[in-house]
């Protein structure tokens, strides 16, 4: 069955700096996409990021990344040069290719960014 | 500007009493999705539509049903609500285009409605 796993539940970064949000994932399935949304106190989900199970680059969106680790399962957000606005929970999120178009969510990453 | 909507956006209701959350969107995309999420926590998938008169639930057990007569408007009902139905309710949709895979493209996310059963 699918999961997404994100272990940290709050991080803390200094303005300007960069922060990664780690995210794990398990499929048996070869086809998949990976998302990144943002959720900030106001409550809307803000799709981020996407990454395919066969895309052999990185995503790249603006200061998002998405360092994918395919052998290890691993998807895991880069933010740089982060910024107060950034404050934010951020989830991770798998939608796989076999088992129709629905999307899980890991439990999120709540990112607080320090002036 | 959104183009998913959901109203209301707040509900305060008593224990007992029928409810229909509203979403609606725009965009013609052919699927959607509702989700429940608990401040702060992960979300849940109750139940989704593929298109027109095509309705599935979703992992988490839900008391609430949902309709898909036109592909723009997908309402979740609550028959009897109760305490335990407080929780903020996510409404999503996607599409893909024709000959394009079903995989790369995100939720389109409405606003939310945060319910509260009294």
């Known amino acids: 069955a699918q999961k997404i796993t994100q272990t940290q539940p709050g991080m803390f970064v200094q303005e300007k700096e960069a922060v990664t949000l780690d995210c794990t994932y398990d499929t048996s399935d070869q086809s998949y996409g990976l998302f990144w949304y943002k959720q900030p106190s106001s409550g809307e989900m803000i799709f981020l990021i996407y990454?395919?199970?066969?895309?052999?680059q990185n995503a790249t969106e603006g200061r998002y990344s998405l360092n994918f680790q395919k052998a290890r399962k691993s998807a895991n957000l880069v933010i740089s040069a982060s910024q107060l606005g950034d404050s934010a929970m951020y989830f991770c999120?798998?939608?796989?290719?076999?088992?129709?178009?629905?999307?899980?969510f890991g439990a999120g990453t709540r990112l607080f960014v320090k002036a | 500007e959104a183009d998913i909507y959901q109203t209301p956006r707040y509900l305060v209701i008593g224990t007992g009493k029928k409810i229909t959350l509203e979403c609606s969107q725009t965009m013609g995309h052919d699927k959607m999705y509702w989700y429940q999420q608990d401040p702060g926590m992960e979300l849940h998938l109750i139940h989704y539509?593929?298109?027109?008169?095509?309705?599935e639930k979703g992992d988490l057990s839900s008391e609430s049903t949902v309709s898909r007569i036109r592909t723009e408007h997908f309402p979740l009902t609550l028959e009897s609500a109760r305490p335990s139905h407080t929780s903020q309710y996510l409404c999503a949709s996607y599409s893909n285009p024709p000959g394009q895979g079903t995989l790369n493209y995100g939720y389109t996310f409405g606003s939310g409605t945060r319910l509260t059963v009294v």
């Open positions: 539509s593929y298109g027109v008169n095509s309705t």
């Open positions: 999120a798998m939608r796989e290719g076999t088992g129709g178009f629905k999307t899980i």
């Open positions: 990454q395919g199970s066969y895309d052999e």
